[in-house]
Each structure stands twice: as structure tokens, then as C-alpha cells.
Antibody, heavy 120, light 108 residues
Framework: QVQLQESGPGLVKPSQTLSLTCTVS??????????WSWIRQHPGKGLEWIGY???????YYNPSLKSRVTISVDTSKNQFSLKLSSVTAADTAVYYC????????????WGQGTMVTVSS | EIVLTQSPATLSLSPGERATLSCRAS??????LAWYQQKPGQAPRLLIY???NRATGIPARFSGSGSGTDFTLTISSLEPEDFAVYYC??????????FGPGTKVDIK
């Protein structure tokens, strides 16, 4: 079955860019029918949707983060990526990648999550 | 922005009891409401989508109901593995998703 796995640095310095990659296994991003999202969870807090990408490259971002977020897709590697610029301590969180099936309006498959700490 | 409110914040129950969790939206989300379960150190797990549809592999003791602004997740008889945090999520103004603050179901 489809599995997602996040990867990337666990520590990022303030003002730098956070970069994470989600590798999809057991299925192809290019097959269509799904949106691929990034979601984060601040320590001990709730969940915040960051944005999504479709295999075609179309994106949509949470307006609260839009100015700092870029999500891209590499169909040849079956991966999609997150870049969050100008990070501060408030960006410290567990970052999840997740899949949304079209017309289901919910995230049915999640990666295990990766903790990113912003600190000098 | 549509805000989701969940109640109660904590629900203390015993195994075998019925759990009733509430999610209220600040404006109508139609039936575009999902429920997730999250255990410590794990990713959320989809339980219910579109207010009342169980996700693949979810036991029948989990059920969802409601539409518009008021929604309920019911666990008919709590199993030991059901003690966790539960989040609701809406996508009424797709593609923007928002989540509720969560309800913790703990052992009484």
C-alpha cells in the first residue's frame, strides 16, 4: 500500500530556509486523483495545514504562510518537497506529509512526521 | 476563516463506555467534516470523512454524524486502544483545510 516518508534536517537556524522532502512508495504521484499536502503540528498543539501540490505542479498554500512557502513535485523521483523561508522559533514543529484523495476532503495517508527545531 | 471548536477538551471514561465528542463550526461546512485519531508519537489516523463515512479499515464502533455547523463522533464502546486525542477537520472552503483543537479521551 502507499506509504509516505518525510526526510530533511532536524535543526534549522533562524532566518534560514527549512527544506523537507516526502517520498511516496507503493504508488505513483503521477497517477493523479490525489493531492499531496504538508501539515505541521507545534509541540503539544493542534494541526495546521500548510499547502498542497497536484502531480501537474499546481499548488495552493495556507494564506497565513503563503509568502514563505514553496511546494514542488519531482515525479521522476516520486517525491514532493516543502520549503519554508525566513524561519523563526514559531516554525518549530513536527512536519507531516499527507495524501488527500479527490472528493474525500480528508487526509487518508500520512507520513510518520519529522521534528524540525528552529534554533541557533 | 472557518473556526472549529471541539468539546469537551478532555473526556474521562472507562473501557466499554460510550464516548460522544462534539465539533462545532463557526459557519456551515455542509458535510465536509472529517475526524482523526492521534496517539502520542504517531501521525493522525483518518476515521471519518464527509461527516459520516468511515475510512478504510475503521471499526464499526466509530460513527460520525451531523451537518452544517454541528457534528458528533461517537465511539459506541471504548476499547483500550481508543484512548487518544481526536481532531475534527473541515474543508468547506477547499482547498483550505482547518483543524479543531482536539478532544483528549483518557482513562477514568
Amino acid at each position: 500500500q502507499v506509504q509516505l516518508q518525510e526526510s530533511g534536517p532536524g535543526l534549522v537556524k533562524p532566518s534560514q530556509t527549512l527544506s523537507l522532502t516526502c517520498t511516496v512508495s507503493g504508488g505513483s504521484i503521477s497517477s493523479g486523483g490525489y493531492y499531496w499536502s504538508w501539515i505541521r503540528q507545534h509541540p503539544g498543539k493542534g494541526l495546521e495545514w500548510i499547502g498542497y501540490i497536484y502531480y501537474s505542479g499546481s499548488t495552493y498554500y495556507n494564506p497565513s504562510l503563503k509568502s514563505r512557502v514553496t511546494i514542488s513535485v519531482d515525479t521522476s523521483k516520486n517525491q514532493f518537497s516543502l520549503k519554508l523561508s525566513s524561519v523563526t522559533a514559531a516554525d518549530t514543529a513536527v512536519y507531516y506529509c499527507a495524501r488527500e484523495e479527490q472528493n474525500h476532503d480528508a487526509f487518508d495517508i500520512w507520513g510518520q512526521g519529522t521534528m524540525v527545531t528552529v534554533s541557533s | 476563516e472557518i473556526v472549529l471548536t471541539q468539546s469537551p477538551a478532555t473526556l474521562s471514561l472507562s473501557p466499554g463506555e460510550r464516548a460522544t465528542l462534539s465539533c462545532r463550526a463557526s459557519q456551515s461546512v455542509s458535510s465536509y467534516l472529517a475526524w482523526y485519531q492521534q496517539k502520542p508519537g504517531q501521525a493522525p489516523r483518518l476515521l471519518i470523512y464527509d461527516a459520516s463515512n468511515r475510512a478504510t479499515g475503521i471499526p464499526a464502533r466509530f460513527s460520525g454524524s451531523g451537518s452544517g455547523t454541528d457534528f458528533t463522533l461517537t465511539i459506541s464502546s471504548l476499547e483500550p486502544e481508543d484512548f487518544a486525542v481526536y481532531y475534527c477537520q473541515q474543508r468547506s472552503n477547499w482547498p483550505i483545510f482547518t483543524f479543531g483543537p482536539g478532544t483528549k479521551v483518557d482513562i477514568k
